[in-house]
C-alpha cells in the first residue's frame, strides 16, 4: 500500500508551495478510498499495488 509514501509526496509538494497539486493528490487518494474498487489487500482489496497507483493517477487525470 503506498498510501503513506504519496501522502508525503503531497505534504512535500505543499512544502514547495505546490499547494494545488497536493490537494489533487489528496482528493484523488479521497476518491480512490471512497469508490472502494481498487484498494490493496491490507485495506480489504485484492487490487495489487500497480492498480491501487493506476487507479490514483486516472483520479488525478479526470480531474484535470
Keep these: ?3 503513506a509514501l504519496i501522502r ?3 505534504l512535500m509538494l505543499d512544502h514547495l ?3 494545488e497539486p497536493a490537494a489533487r493528490v489528496r482528493r484523488a487518494l479521497t ?3 471512497a469508490e472502494k ?3 490493496t489487500a491490507d485495506l480489504g ?3 495489487k499495488t500497480t ?3 493506476e487507479a490514483l493517477v486516472a483520479a488525478i487525470a479526470a480531474e484535470a
Design 1 to 3: 500500500n503506498p498510501t
Design 8 to 10: 508525503s509526496g503531497a
Design 17 to 19: 508551495g505546490q499547494a
Design 31 to 33: 476518491a480512490v478510498f
Design 37 to 39: 474498487r481498487k484498494l
Design 45 to 47: 482489496g485484492a487490487a
Design 51 to 53: 492498480e491501487f497507483t
